[in-house]
């Protein structure tokens, strides 16, 4: 099993930018895909993004592509988030997750989770 361990979230305006940074603990980060989910006040977890140990795979939720980019540096045992032009609806805590499958998009795929950091965009 692998720690996570995220940061960056804040307090941002409409159209404005934020980088997620998730760090794990572990010398099998390379083998995991990873991935960022989200969950806003009443609503479920939903998925974000994810990205296989290769970087090779990449998925993304259909509302954020285009916007957000989910990238890895496997020797810094780190997985990024880049929010772009970031609009009122992606306010959610945002969840870092780790997962052993080489595709994983939903949350029974994933075995390891972050505590959580918080994302608003005011509008």
């Not at 572990?26 to 006040?41: I, K, L, V």
């Not at 499958?101 to 949350?107: F, P, S």
């Amino acid at each position: 099993q692998v720690q996570l361990v995220e940061s960056g979230g804040g307090l941002v305006q409409a159209g404005g930018s934020l980088r997620l940074s998730c760090a794990a603990s572990g010398r099998t980060f390379s083998s995991y895909t990873m991935g960022w989910f989200r969950q806003a006040p009443g609503k479920e977890r939903e998925f974000v993004a994810a990205i296989s140990w290769s970087t090779s795979t990449v998925s993304y939720r259909d509302s954020v592509k285009g916007r957000f980019t989910i990238s890895r540096d496997n020797a810094k045992n780190t997985v990024y988030l880049q929010m772009n032009s970031l609009k009122p609806e992606d306010t959610a805590v945002y969840y870092c997750a780790a997962s052993p499958l080489r595709i994983a998009t939903i949350k029974a795929d994933f075995g390891s989770w972050g505590q959580g950091t918080q994302v608003t965009v005011s509008s």
